[in-house]
């Protein structure tokens, strides 16, 4: 539940007073309303901490797998001649983790415990789809890349549902990662990744798992 009815004045006391949030710090006489605020771990005005936990949480995941993805396609294609349209596209992705990073601090979100798995899952899968050609990689991006577009569609849904206007950063944020995934959705069927034999079962497979890692991510 959005906790909107947050007094103005008990974030000033919040922000005068930031190492009192820290995780294990117990609270000290006189730190008042200010502490109360800490111990429901709200670290911004008003927002609904739950929702975008799992929001940055997953969304941390995504871009971090995606990383481990493109990197895979690199160890194998790097050098062939979608090698600087896959780079390109690591570099967006290594923005969006930065973006990411960043907001984790920002909002206090801890990291997936999974990561250690998507760190190799993700890289598994970039080099075993290369491992099939240039198609098969593109094929994999293609299936990745629309499966993230569609969840950061429901995300942006999900905050513009709660309020706009408080999410208005975030969903900032979430928009340009979105239409950049959409790009490289569209980079993937440009370069053919419809002509990999077994097109479809190769897509209804990365996608499931791309489900399953967004249904884990979101909650441990
Ligand atoms: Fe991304
Ligand atoms: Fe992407």
Redesign the pocket.
Known sequence: MAAAAVPAVRCSLLQRRPLRCGPGLRPVPGGGAALRLCSTRVAREGINKPVIDRIIRVDHAGEYG?NRIYAGQMAVLGRSSVGPVIQQ?WN??KI?LKKFNELMVAYRVRPTVLLPFWNVAGFVLGAGSALLGKKGAMACTVA??ES?SEHYNNQIRTLIEEDPEKYKELLQVIKQFRD??QE?HDIGLEHDAEATPAYSVLKTAIQLGCKAAIFLSERI
């Open positions: 995606a596209m967006q992705e969006h990745v890349e993230i950049e995934e490289h």
